[in-house]
């Protein structure tokens, strides 16, 4: 059953509980998604975090966001966002976007498929920072299904590196964590939706809130 919390409320209640060990899934891939991995993984394409300097400004931001290095080992750095749009067939026609740097998250479900990409764009401001794109057809665009235990209680965040820092979480990416409640019922035994904390401000968090079906 659900439970909706804020994330300041989160952060004051929640204890770290002993670490579970993570369910390991099959790995399914249709051979374009192989290739595409490939690509993604290719020091050609992508410098993976665990290799980037000092000097750049995404070490600097993931220094900042403390981030437990087991996820920083997951991510992926891009000089340029565009090198993503080309590497993907749906996008490789679409209109140029900003040729900016950007941190760069897979999403995977819960049989370890990669369905969504996204990048977290560096120096652009507030204004636009992030950007998804969808590998999978058809798949929810949740990041973290591929490292919880859905039998365990599951803490959903609107934003990955918010996820990242806690144990058996996903984020919805930006999406209104409500949308997708369909979802978390028939995919999580229980789960805490944890909305971000500018819900007093941001009139439409603050709906939401009211909205979550709780128990």
């Avoid at 997951?74 to 140029?96: F, P, Q, T, W």
């Avoid at 507030?126 to 058809?138: A, C, H, I, N, P």
């Avoid at 996820?163 to 997708?180: D, F, K, P, R």
């Amino acid at each position: 059953f659900p439970v909706t919390i804020s994330m300041e409320k989160f952060k004051d209640n929640f204890v770290q509980t002993e670490k579970k060990d993570v369910i390991e899934f099959e790995y399914k891939k249709s051979e374009s998604q192989i290739e595409l991995e490939n690509k993604i993984k290719s020091s050609n394409v992508l410098k993976h975090c665990q290799h980037i300097s000092e000097n750049e400004s995404a070490y600097n931001y993931l220094l900042k966001r403390k981030l437990p290095k087991k996820h920083i080992d997951s991510l992926y750095y891009v000089s340029n966002i565009n090198i993503i749009r080309e590497n993907l067939a749906e996008y490789a026609n679409s209109d140029k976007l900003p040729d900016v740097e950007a941190i760069v998250i897979p999403f995977y479900n819960k049989e370890s498929i990669l369905t969504h990409v996204q990048v977290r764009m560096l120096n652009t401001g507030d204004s636009f920072r992030y950007l998804t794109f969808e590998v999978e057809k058809g798949q929810e665009k949740v990041w973290g299904m591929n490292n919880i235990d859905p039998e365990q209680e599951v803490f959903i965040f609107e934003g990955a590196f918010d996820a990242m820092c806690v144990e058996n979480a996903i984020a919805v990416a930006g999406a209104s964590l409500n949308a997708s409640q369909k979802f978390y019922d028939d995919n999580l035994k229980n789960y805490t939706l944890v909305y971000d904390s500018d819900y007093v401000s941001n009139k439409d968090i603050f709906k939401q809130i009211f909205k979550a079906d709780v128990s």
